[in-house]
Every structure is written in C-alpha cells, then in structure tokens.
C-alpha cells in the first residue's frame, strides 16, 4: 500500500511525504508448516582460531601417501603472490591502501589479464586466472565451517570419529577422501591454540569420517565441542597449473590455437559401424569418419551436441573404429566427471572389453562404481583402495578412460608424449581451459597426435568462484573458445559437425531452447511412442501440450544459519503434481512409473532438502517412493542426463535477492545455460513452478513463460487477473522516492 502526504496548499516549505507498506497474507497447508523453518535464519561467523597457534597432526588414510605409481614429472607447489590478494582486496584498482609491493604489480597484472590470450602469455595468463580463483575458494571456503560441532567415535573403527556435514554430499562444501579438516576446541582461553587436523577417511551422506592423531583420540569425549574450519584441496589447481607450463614447453600452438594452413585434403574411410542407430545419422556417421582420417590435424577436431542429439554415443562409436582401423592407436577417453566417464566407458567395454581400463582417484568410494565397470577399473581387494598401476602396464591398454584431473596422474607417472595417438574429452564444454589441456599437455603429440572435443557450448560450463577469474576468461572452455574460430564456423567440414538430431524430446518441450541456443536447427527424432505419453494426461492444462508452467507468488525463506534459500509454496504445488501422476499411471493409456522416471531441479540446496522431506512426509508418496531412485537435485547434477518427467522448482519469489544471484553465479536468473540444461532434460513431461513476475525480468523465460500461456499450457495465479504489468506503470508513474530523496526501484 502507498500513501502520499502533501500540505493543503502547495506552499514550498511544506514538502510532501511517503509512506510505502507491503501487506501479506500466507495460508499454509499442514506440510508447509512441517516444512518451514527451524529457526529465523541468522548468519553465524566461526571465530578465526588465535594466534600463536600449534598444530596436532591427524593420521592420513592408510595408503593415502603411498598408491601413486612413480613420479616422473613433478608437481610443484604453485602458491599465489601475497600482493595479488592486496589486489583482489581493493578491486583491481590503485589505491592509496596498497603496499608498494602490490603497486609495483599492479600495471603488470593488469595487462595480463586485458591482453588477448595468445601462445606467448598462455601460462602466465592462466597462472593468474587460477591464483585469483583460488584466493576466491578460500574465503567461499569460510561460509561452510561449523561452530561448536560435537562428533562421535566411529561403531565399526574406534579410531575415527564422525562429524555431522550437511550438503557435503552436493559438494557443498566438497569434502574428498585425504582432504584435511582444521578444529579447535570451542571457547577455548589458552593463549597458545591448538588446531586439530584430521584427515577424512570416508564421506557419507551427510557426513565425514576422520582420524586424528593418537593423542587427541585418547582424549576425546563425546560431549566435546569444536570449531570446524575446512580447506580447499589444491590438487587440482597445481595439475592446471603445471598443464599450462607445459602445454608452452611441448610448443602446443597448433592444438590451441589451430590455424589450419597445414592441414591437407585427406580421403573418410567407408564404415561398417557397431552401433546401428548410426546408419541414418549422416551427422554422427560425418563425425566418426573425419575423425577417423584425421581430417583436421594438428587443430582439434569438435563433435559439437546440442542436447539429446548423441554425442556421448559418437565419441564411443569413433573410438571403436579408430582402434579398429589402426590397431597401434592408444587413446585417452577423458571427461570433467566421472560420471559422464562411466556412461563412456560402459559405451565401450561390451565391444572392447579387456582392451578398456578405468582409472579412478584414491578419493573414489568403492559404492559409486558402476558393477559392470569394477573388473576393468584399478579397484585393489588386497588393499581395499583404488591404485595407480605403473606404466608399463597402463601402457598396455589399447584405452584408458580417466577424469581430465586424474589424467595429470598419467603425466606425473611418466607416460611418454605421443603414447597416445587420441584424446578424446567428452563433456568438453564443462571443463575451465588448463583442466581440459591436463589431458593433453605433456601426452599428445603437438605434430601427429589428435585431439577430439564433444561437448555443446550452451550448455553448462566450469563452476566458478571468482568474479575476475569469470570476467577474464577462466569461465570459457577450450571447447566454447575454438567454436569462436573462423575454422570452427561452418558446421560439417573437416573440423567440426554439428549433430541435429534429437532423440530425447518432444517437439513442445525443445521448441524454445531450440529457438533460443540453436537457430531452430535441431530435428525431432525421440520415438513417438515415448516423447508423447503424457500428451493426453489429466493434469495438462491444455491436452496435447506437455509443457506446463505453474505461477506461484510464493516466498523466499531461509532458516538458521544456511545462506541457501527455499520456497514453501512451490514445493506444495511439487508435491500435488507427483500425487496426481502417480494417482493416474497406468490409466487411460498412461505408462507406469517408477521414481527413476521423474528428476527434480531445483538451484538451492536447501530447496533440495525441503523437497527430500516432503517425500518423506507425504503418506501416499513415501510409500511409493524411495529417495535413492528419485533424484532431486542442482542443474549441475543433472547436465548430460534425461528423465521422462522433469519437474523444475525456480524458488527466487523477491527482486531483493535477484543481485544477489548474478553477484554469487547461482539460480536460474544469472545464468541461460543453467536455463537451457534445466528445460531440456524431460522426454516426454516438463513442468516448471515459479514465480512469473520475477523470472518474465529475463528475457529467456519471458519467452518460454509466454509460449506457455499461448498455448495454454499455463496453470496457477492468474496473470491477466493480477494485470501485474498495469499496475507497474502505475506505481512507477507515482515517482515514489527513496530515503536519499532519489527515485526508487519500484521492486
């Protein structure tokens, strides 16, 4: 409500004022109240442990020091320069708070990061990329640690002790077998602290396992208190580090940065494939063959795949008949995730068999592999962890298939450059430049080897922190910076293909990010039968179009002290959907339902915990459901993957918070590739719930919101009766001011 108050008279003295209130009703259904916070949401600071300070060292995981096959090229340490954080303090800007160190650096650094990326300054320009990355994880680091955390021992090995992390397994924060945790007792007065590290042994749902040192063991009590401070591991930023020294030192110029004057005319061999579903895609068929002549030599050669259109089954096809037609090839099959890793690999093992292995980090929990991988992995029984063979006999595989992290355990080890005649990266567009080039750098021949990059540009790429790293480049994949190239512009010659065929959706659920990524280029193929099965079902607004989008004025809520946000109403409207699915399958020619059927996206964490305890307290659903097979979860988590129902909670409910996104990266308002990932993973039935005053302030989902109600496949609050865009003007039209006397933001 707005009032305005002004004098009888306009007399000049008398100046008019405003008095601009919100009133809100909330009616809540019995399981929001169940499901609403457990406290007012209060941001508490763990206190920084004192100084002087001493540390007890815990014990590592047995083996932890000792599985590495032997170290060939060394890794170094790779710190940041103390003057960069000065920098990063103030901005990047001169200030009169500078030390003359950080001021002497500064013109340095600056041209550095605004110069073109070139082979001259390759390394020094991502060295500095990953150092202002890694001073950003440091302090996004702090936002996870706990206060006045108690742990328990561990029932089956005394000598651990369990601490309570809620998130760790979304990776928030991400916690690996061998990381350290830091603790110190709570309120503790000594002058001189102690700090506890322990080492994590193993990672749970929602919780860690750890060792600490004999001493701290013996007296430990389980009413103990302590402050948990977590670290980063640095692994991976030393294996990107030391990948762009040496994609410099192994004159890697032609790879990166491909000009292609020395690439010769060469014939594509005919093919007899081992997968089918090949033989009537002259896209999938082009890509295999130039790869397999080798057509763009020594640039890398793209499969670029928009999403459901087989790119992952290209890849596994290409490298079955590049081994076949030279049975010298060895090749190295990498993606950012293991996931996607395994997909690859069990591609190719009923083919190849014996001739794959699969390497896993030490970190890996034996629960996460897949069965069918296990005998082809580098799982030791005898030692109950995963080992890293040397390289006499990895070099014996005709493939191996490894995360682009752990392929730097293959270049500390020693494998010689040109071992591999391929490396394949699927996935590609995920990975931050130096980790792509870890796989390549110090392995690939610059002259006769070939490097091959499947992966889709629109879709998601690197998770980053730092807001400089994201400015200067570090955001954008080798993948993503070669389509910029004029060699990589025109689709189906000897450099890159574009796949178009797509065999996942139907046509109403991909027409928008069709429209919007691809040109409108992409072709329907999913099998009718699958893409409309839920053409006809109850709960569409409008039947024949399985798209729905749901408006909810719901509202953002936090509780305790977790920064990550919830939405109550639409997780109600969630709950309704799932009800009335699985009241109908199986009725009227719908499918029956399994909980792996259905995905669940949302961009908070804590929406994700909300909606897990939904299914559980939901009489009807729980029975039926079992949260181990119906997945709910980040945008991220779901990239590369397909459901035939994917249900889309956006949460944001408040322009408050809208900055707050694009400044920390996160939700669906900052970022049109998680847009894009997040809409085009459902075969056959999309429902998104949200607010559409906030989400229609973008111009992608003011596009897709509107293709909804054109075709009347809109549901919930009723726009037209809000007319919320005539009451804006008229609100706006009343000038409302601000406390500084300035014009407002209405929202």
Request: aromatic share 8%; net charge positive.
């Amino acid at each position: 409500m707005y009032f305005e108050f002004q004098a009888e008279h306009d007399l000049p003295k008398l100046k008019r004022f405003q008095i601009f209130r919100e009133i809100e009703a909330t009616v809540q259904t019995q399981l929001a109240v169940e499901l609403g916070p457990i406290a007012p949401y209060k941001r508490v600071k763990v206190p920084a442990y004192k100084t002087p300070h001493v540390v007890e060292e815990g014990v590592k995981p047995e083996g932890f020091a000792g599985q590495h096959m032997p170290i060939t090229v060394k890794l170094k340490e790779y710190r940041y320069p103390q003057y960069l954080t000065e920098l990063v303090k103030h901005g990047m800007e001169d200030s009169e708070h500078l030390s003359a160190a950080a001021r002497q650096k500064l013109p340095l650094v600056k041209s550095i990061i605004n110069s073109p990326l070139c082979m001259k300054d390759y390394s020094h320009h991502f060295h500095l990329l990953l150092h202002l990355e890694e001073i950003k994880m440091e302090v996004g680091i702090r936002d996870y640690d706990l206060h006045n955390q108690t742990m328990t021992q561990d029932p089956v090995n005394r000598n651990l002790l369990v601490l309570k992390v809620p998130g760790v397994a979304e990776n928030r924060p991400s916690v690996l077998k061998g990381d350290c945790l830091r603790l110190t007792r709570s309120g503790e007065q000594s002058s001189l602290t102690t700090v506890y590290t322990g080492y994590v042994h193993k990672v749970e749902l929602d919780s860690v396992k750890l060792s600490f040192s004999p001493r701290f063991l013996k007296a430990f009590l389980n009413n103990m208190r302590f402050n948990v401070e977590f670290t980063i591991n640095r692994l991976t930023l030393k294996l990107q580090h030391r990948a762009v020294e040496l994609a410099v030192a192994h004159q890697l110029g032609e790879v990166l940065f491909p000009s292609g004057a020395a690439v010769p005319d060469v014939p594509l061999p005919d093919l007899r494939v081992f997968n089918n579903k090949l033989e009537k895609n002259l896209e999938q068929l082009d890509a295999v063959r130039h790869i397999i002549a080798g057509s763009s030599k020594p640039a890398p050669y793209i499969v670029f795949g928009p999403p459901g259109t087989g790119k992952t089954i290209t890849m596994v096809e290409a490298i079955k008949q590049v081994t076949k037609a030279n049975r010298s090839a060895h090749i190295l099959a990498c993606a950012p995730s293991n996931s996607a890793c395994d997909i690859l690999c069990m591609g190719l093992v009923p083919h190849m068999n014996s001739e794959v292995y699969r390497m896993y980090a030490y970190s890996r929990t034996l629960s996460s592999i897949p069965d069918m991988l296990l005998k082809y992995s580098n799982w030791d029984d005898k030692q109950g962890s995963f080992v890293f063979p040397e390289k006499e006999i990895l070099m014996k595989y005709k493939v191996i298939v490894t995360t682009l992290f752990t392929a730097g355990r293959l270049v500390t080890g020693g494998i010689p450059v040109g071992h591999f005649s391929h490396v394949f990266v699927d996935e590609a567009g995920q990975a931050a430049e130096p980790e792509c080039v870890i796989a390549v750098a110090g392995l690939l021949s610059a002259d006769k080897g070939q490097l091959v990059l499947a992966g889709d540009p629109q879709q998601l790429g690197p998770i980053l922190q730092s807001p400089y790293a994201i400015k200067y480049g570090l955001e954008l994949s080798l993948l993503e910076r070669l389509m910029k190239h004029e060699l990589y512009q025109d689709f189906g010659n000897r450099f890159v293909t574009k796949l178009l065929k797509n065999y996942r959706s139907h046509d109403a659920i991909l027409k928008i990010p069709n429209e919007l990524f691809y040109r409108g280029e992409l072709q329907v193929f999913a099998d009718k039968a699958e893409r409309e099965a839920y053409c006809n079902w109850d709960g569409l607004p409008q039947k024949g179009f399985p798209v729905i989008f749901h408006g909810v004025m719901g509202k953002d809520q936090r509780e305790a002290n977790s920064p990550s946000f919830f939405n109550l109403s639409e997780i109600e409207v969630l709950i309704r959907y799932l009800k009335k699915l699985l009241k109908t399958q199986g009725k009227k020619g719908l499918p029956n339902l399994t909980p792996q059927d259905i995905g669940i996206i949302t961009p908070y964490r804590k929406q994700v915990e909300k909606i897990q305890k939904a299914l559980k307290l939901d009489s009807t659903l729980k029975q039926w459901i079992n949260l181990k097979d119906l997945k709910v979860g980040s945008v991220e988590e779901f990239q590369g993957q397909e459901n035939k129902i994917i249900m889309v909670s956006t949460v944001r409910s408040s322009f408050d918070y809208v900055k707050m996104d694009k400044d920390y990266n996160i939700g669906f308002l900052s970022n049109k590739k998680r847009f894009n990932v997040a809409l085009t993973r459902a075969k056959s039935l999309l429902i998104v719930v949200g607010n559409p005053v906030i989400l229609k302030t973008d111009a992608n989902w003011k596009k897709f919101i509107s293709y909804c109600e054109k075709m009347k496949g809109y549901a919930g609050v009723n726009l037209k009766n809000e007319k919320e865009d005539e009451f804006v003007a008229k609100m706006e039209s009343l000038k409302i001011l601000d406390s500084e006397g300035e014009e407002g933001d209405l929202h």
